[in-house]
Nanobody
């Protein structure tokens, strides 16, 4: 599976961005997916996860109520809608895929495939 993330950019506090992740490969619809982020000097952290069907999702406490993860299995696409952005959301955002697991995990090591990352910068 190859993943290509896009949609990052520079936005003011309170603004919105929509990240997209295009997947190439036959296992997309059978694999749980996730979004992670890494800020300078910090470890990579879980942001949001979605199960293979798209019915179940979960979020880091820091983004609950502001971010929404979704997927379109027919188009092999994963999305992250980010609203009410804060400066602390500034990071490189990565999409990730498990290798055929049905449910998402919070640990990055459970994900087999990773996109190249897209920079999100929120100015104060």
């Amino acid at each position: 599976v190859q993943l290509q993330a896009s949609g990052g950019g520079l936005v003011q506090t309170g603004g919105s961005l929509r990240l997209s992740c295009a997947a190439a490969g036959r296992t997309f619809s059978s694999s749980a997916m996730g979004w992670f982020r890494q800020a300078p000097g910090k470890e990579r952290e879980f942001v949001a996860g979605i199960n293979r069907s798209g019915i179940r999702t979960d979020y880091a406490d820091s983004v609950k109520g502001r971010f929404t993860i979704s997927r379109d299995n027919a188009k092999n696409m994963l999305y992250l809608q980010m609203n009410s952005l804060k400066p602390e959301d500034t990071a490189v955002y990565y999409c990730a895929s498990t290798n055929g697991l049905s449910n998402y995990y919070y640990q990055s090591e459970m994900y087999r495939y990773w996109g190249q990352g897209t920079q999100v910068t929120v100015s104060s």
